[in-house]
């Protein structure tokens, strides 16, 4: 005989019944305070130049900024990235227009901090790939990157960005040392108060492939950067190099890319309890919004990605939608 047993006295289903009771219990929520937004600079006046790899994507000059930007604050992004888009010109093997105060991003700094003040944050990346003629992000002899070498110039590179008004320094390099030598010289400087978001967990990935489009410095390199970023072999290796920045003094790390590596968004904030911030890369942006153009999938898909990469851990997420977020977000 089959008996059947009495339904449970605690039916899930209870709390999914209506809207108002789904938004009650709901354990994660996105705002726009929950963004970075990237912006690819260019030479010239009056520019907005559309990025073919990443569609919806542009370059900016300097004096035409000000309309993403107004977006962004619309949206209440707290803070911007920049990302230059160097003439090949300017590049040379040692990315020596790294250091010059009156680079692309120097001058947008300047000019951003003149209109906005304080009303929104400036990050800005320390590497030297847009700026060398390899597409490296640090020195190269006899084929080998060099570590202690290249943190030397990051060291300068760092500094210059403090005292033109960045806000938060972002070594993106992956050199082993660069977080705690940045940290003492931006001290010894008096910029104790700048932050340092490290990329602590740069996984040497093949999402890249649209960015180094959007900053030039695809057609230039030279083999691969496994040497230096991260083998998406390896989980326990992430939690390492967490380990050594916290030590070295950084104030937040970044898991880039973000999707294919939530597991490690959430190793990250349950074991260091520090900001994580994941990078919504090039190529995720690329597969997401073709998908979404073709109608293969719907608009909700990029709200749901946005929410995985909260539900993770991830404090904040750096995203080429996030001038797009009154619609994504409503």
């Known amino acids: 005989m089959i008996i059947i047993g009495k339904y449970p006295k605690l039916r899930m289903r209870r709390s999914r019944k209506e809207d108002w009771s789904r938004r009650l219990i709901r354990e994660n929520t996105l705002s726009g305070s929950d963004f970075v937004l990237p912006i690819f600079l260019t030479d010239g006046k009056n520019k907005k130049i559309g990025i073919k790899s990443m569609n919806g994507v542009y370059r900016y000059s300097i004096d035409n900024i000000s309309k993403i930007i107004d977006k962004a604050l619309k949206n209440k992004v707290p803070m911007i990235a920049l990302f230059p888009h160097t003439n090949t010109k300017l590049k040379n093997v040692n990315g020596s227009e790294a250091l010059n105060e009156n680079n692309l991003v120097s001058k947008a700094i300047v000019a951003i901090k003149n209109k906005y003040k304080n009303n929104i944050g400036i990050m800005c990346d320390v590497a030297l790939d847009p700026y060398t003629s390899h597409g490296h992000d640090g020195l190269i002899?006899?084929?080998?990157?060099?570590?202690?070498?290249?943190?030397?110039?990051?060291?300068?590179?760092?500094?210059?960005?403090?005292?033109?008004?960045?806000?938060?320094?972002?070594?993106?390099?992956?050199?082993?040392?660069?977080?705690?030598?940045?940290?003492?010289?931006?001290?010894?400087?008096?910029?104790e108060k700048i932050q340092i978001l490290s990329y602590a967990v740069k996984y040497s990935s093949s999402f890249y492939g649209p960015f180094r489009n959007a900053v030039g410095s695809n057609s230039s390199l030279k083999g691969d950067k496994k040497t230096y970023q991260m083998d998406y072999s390896n989980f326990d290796e992430a939690i390492r190099e967490v380990a050594l920045d916290v030590k070295e003094g950084t104030d937040m790390v970044m898991v880039k890319p973000g999707m294919p590596y939530l597991d490690i968004i959430r190793s990250i904030k349950e074991n260091f309890k520090i900001p994580v911030l994941a990078y919504q890369v090039s190529g995720e942006y690329s597969m997401l919004h073709n998908a979404v153009n073709k109608k293969i999938i719907n608009n909700d898909s990029i709200y749901e990605v946005f929410m995985s990469f909260k539900r993770a851990g991830a404090n904040a997420i750096i995203s080429y939608y996030a001038d797009r977020l009154d619609k994504i977000l409503k």
């Open 141 to 191: 002899k006899k084929k080998e990157i060099l570590n202690d070498e290249t943190i030397k110039i990051l060291i300068k590179q760092s500094l210059m960005q403090a005292q033109m008004g960045c806000d938060v320094i972002a070594p993106s390099d992956m050199m082993d040392g660069r977080v705690g030598e940045i940290r003492n010289e931006l001290d010894k400087n008096g910029f």
